[in-house]
């Protein structure tokens, strides 16, 4: 039901699921580019479209009052990027403890522009052993989706160049704030 009423929706205002999910139960998504608050709404209503078992992170500041409970009925999970929590590992391993799940991390972190992309995405699916999905929102052709996947081989600087070329063209609502997809040089 929830599919159909997604796919209605997104299609009253010319959107449409373009690449449906990959076959493999487990993954970490990435949600790229993400520049604006309709990232969410439309994320929620492609995640709904593709029929999985979907989860989202994100800033814990939304999570406050009626609107934190229902974002967390949405599936949405806060994370106080501030304090080191260990999440990383508590994904992880709530990730490999289920049979079905998708976990979307928005890798810029923020819809501002940025110099870099956080990894967190990518350690979370190395340490589960799932692929990473490379799910979109591109405002230029209203398509959304979750185009291939990756599978982390531990080699961060060589798997980040596949998920680069595939970002490649795909357009956030304001293009001016996404920054040039890149990880923050190791020190």
Known sequence: MKKRI?????????????HGMPAVDK???????????????????????????????????????????FFRKL??????????????????????????IALVIAPEGTRSKTKYWKSGFYHIAFE???PIGLGYIDFATKTLGVGSTVYPTGDMEKDFE????????????????QGEIRLRPQQ
Do not use: C
Request: glycine residues 12%; hydrophobic residues 45%.
């Open 162 to 177: 596949k998920i680069k070329a595939f970002y490649q063209g795909k357009k956030g609502k304001r293009p001016q704030l």
């Open 128 to 130: 589960a052993g799932v």
């Open 75 to 100: 599936g949405g999970i806060p994370v106080n990027r501030k304090v080191h929590s260990g999440f990383i590992n508590r994904a992880a391993e709530s990730i490999k403890k289920r049979d079905r």
């Open 27 to 69: 993954l970490v998504v990435i949600g790229a580019p993400h520049t604006s608050n309709w990232d969410l709404p439309l994320g929620i209503l492609a995640m709904w479209a593709l029929d999985h078992n979907f989860y989202w992170v994100a800033k814990h500041t939304i999570f406050f009052g009626p609107a934190g409970w």
């Open 6 to 18: 997604a796919e209605f929706i997104l299609g009253l205002f010319g959107w449409k699921v373009e």
